[in-house]
């Protein structure tokens, strides 16, 4: 139960790890900038490289890098549990007091930091991985092919049941909060860069309010929980082979980079047409679609051909940064996301909305 010494760890999960957090940084950044204070009307109106540069960051990134971080999520679960399968009970106990404390993590950083915390969700369907950990490889499978493609199914039952009040019920329990405290007549954009640091945690929390039903009909439960198995099931049948220096063939991965290469493409244009990710028409369902099939398809790919890179020749003392970072993940996901507060929010310098979305890159 000590900590994994260096020596003893997979040094390339590490870099893909270090990797994705770039790419999570990348898509982070485009709500710091303040994509969420603009309308649907404003953000197709955008400058012609903004939009070229949310095009690429909805086409090559949205998705993808924390897809490969929940991959790498469930797939360390499964080395956690392989080193301790001779004491199931002191594993599992282990377990939920890890993802209590990160549980305790996540609370204090969506509510006092930045509503779009990712580390509760990891939390909450991370106590729920030891449930899976006596079924077979192919009820594994089944599992993670069922729950991936359970967002679709909400989707639908969204699209038929979209009068239900319950889908806007939290949403209208924040509007009520904010008209309470008197900040009916405030904007987003206002109350993220206000001078007082009352007003900035009042739009924190009423961004965090809605969330649970937000991850409802996006589908967001199941498709992360699906990707933790997924690593899961990597863990038991692709982890060996890795070890032993045998990387799986690269045929079945061309298709899965080309699939979600071509359905991530689709999903970043009906985005930029319309200005939102998600949309209850003809045109949302083929979003929907081509979104939950392209995003964990390229994620798939881009980590493969990551690993291939660090494994074979090619890798720089440069590039060996990212097993740096990937060893302190939660630590520099904080971290991250503290500086981005600090540089926009109210709380710092307050600059969101000032730099155009095509700054991000740079």
Not at 274 to 292: D, E, F, K, R
Not at 305 to 312: H, K, N, S
Request: glycine share 10%.
């Amino acid at each position: 139960m000590r900590p994994t010494m260096k020596p003893e760890r997979l040094e390339v999960l590490d870099a893909l790890r270090g990797f994705a957090l770039f790419g999570i940084l990348a898509a982070n950044l485009v709500s710091f900038y303040g994509y969420a204070t603009l309308t649907s009307a404003q953000l197709v109106a955008l400058p012609a490289m903004d939009r070229v540069v949310l095009f690429s960051i909805d086409w090559l990134v949205e998705g993808k890098f924390y897809s490969i971080f929940s991959i790498l999520f469930g797939l360390g679960f499964g080395l956690q549990a392989s080193r301790m399968r001779q004491s199931p009970g002191a594993f599992h106990a282990y377990w939920y007091r890890r993802m209590g404390v990160l549980l305790v993590f996540g609370i204090l950083h969506m509510v006092f930091v930045w509503h779009g915390d990712i580390l509760t969700l990891y939390s909450l369907l991370g106590m729920l991985l030891p449930l899976f950990l006596s079924i077979s490889d192919r009820a594994l499978l089944r599992w993670v092919v069922c729950l991936l493609a359970a967002p679709l199914v909400i989707y639908a039952v969204h699209y038929l049941m979209s009068n239900a009040a319950m889908w806007g019920a939290l949403s209208d329990l924040a509007s009520a909060l904010k008209a309470k405290l008197g900040y009916g007549d405030r904007s987003l954009l206002e109350m993220r860069t206000s001078d007082s640091p009352f007003e900035v945690l009042i739009a924190n929390i009423t961004k965090v309010i809605p969330r649970p039903m937000s991850y409802f009909v996006s589908g967001r439960y199941p498709q992360v929980l699906g990707l933790f198995l997924l690593g899961l099931y990597l863990s038991r049948t692709w982890l060996p082979r890795l070890r032993q220096g045998h990387l799986a063939s690269g045929t079945g991965v061309i298709l899965l980079f080309v699939v979600g290469l071509f359905c991530s493409l689709a999903y970043a244009w009906i985005k930029g047409a319309t200005g939102t990710p998600y949309a209850l028409n003809g045109l949302g369902i083929a979003q929907a679609v081509c979104y939950h099939i392209g995003a964990p398809g390229l994620a798939l790919a881009i980590a493969w051909f990551f690993v291939r890179f660090w494994c074979g020749s090619y890798s720089s003392p440069a590039v060996e940064v990212f097993a740096t970072l990937g060893r302190m993940a939660l630590t520099n996901y904080l971290f991250q996301t503290s500086v981005c507060v600090l540089l926009f929010f109210g709380y710092g310098f307050g600059l969101m909305g000032q730099f155009p979305f095509y700054s991000i890159p740079l």
